[in-house]
């Protein structure tokens, strides 16, 4: 097809931009700061302290990696059983746990990321999660903590209605948003930035689907979702930060 409204999405998807970019000039290369690692929460937010993430993944998902592969898919309906905050917190790191702080720029996940980049926040629409009351939180991975933005009984189908309807939101036991600040990517690769954001997320997207095997629990990515009715739901601006990707988890 040569249809020519296809042509920035296919241009998107290559690394053509690569060779255009100089990169003595880049944000990281002419000695900026860097944006920070993670975003600093509210300072009236309660904040919440996490079980070790790498210990709770480790004691409840202990299925061979290989099983967790061959029985991984989508999982749509879900049981109506709370997940606890031990689950939560291996769930947390299997997907944005920071394994190693190299420097004030760079810090090691359990995910892959373009140059560490690591663009994304972890936000999570809890519906079913040990003690927490139902509402919005943001995760925080450096200092394993959650930190709670709002209390919302009807979170789950505020966050549905974010994803034109798709029902089996609503009924999760927790729904994660990942935000992406391309500026932290940016930093370091300028134009080249945004593409590998994009394959950054099916990263994480991968680590939570293996790890929801793990604890018997399923979730089902979503990318069909309304960027702006999402952005508010999040509360971020919808420019230094987005929604880029989602999944609801619940019991199997
Ligand atoms: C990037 C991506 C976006 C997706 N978006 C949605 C979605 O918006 N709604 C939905 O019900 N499923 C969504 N899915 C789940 C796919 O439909 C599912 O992966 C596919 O049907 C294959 O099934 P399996 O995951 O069980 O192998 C998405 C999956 C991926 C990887």
Redesign the pocket.
Known sequence: MSDKKFASGRFFLKDTVRKQINFSQTAQSLGQDGPPLQKPWPPDAFVIELPDGSKALQHLAGMPVGEAMVR???I?QYQNIALTLEELSALLWATQGVKQVISADTALRTVPSAGARHSFETYLAVNRVGNLPSGLYRYLPFDGKLAQLNIDTKIGRRAAMA?FG?G?IAASAVTFFWTAIPARMEWRYDLAAHKVIAIDA?HV?QNL?LACEGIGAGC??????DQQACDELLAVDGEEEFVI?LAAVGKK
């Open positions: 991984r898919e989508s749509r994803c798709q089996f099916g997207g689907y089902c990515a979503v990318a069909a979702y990707y």
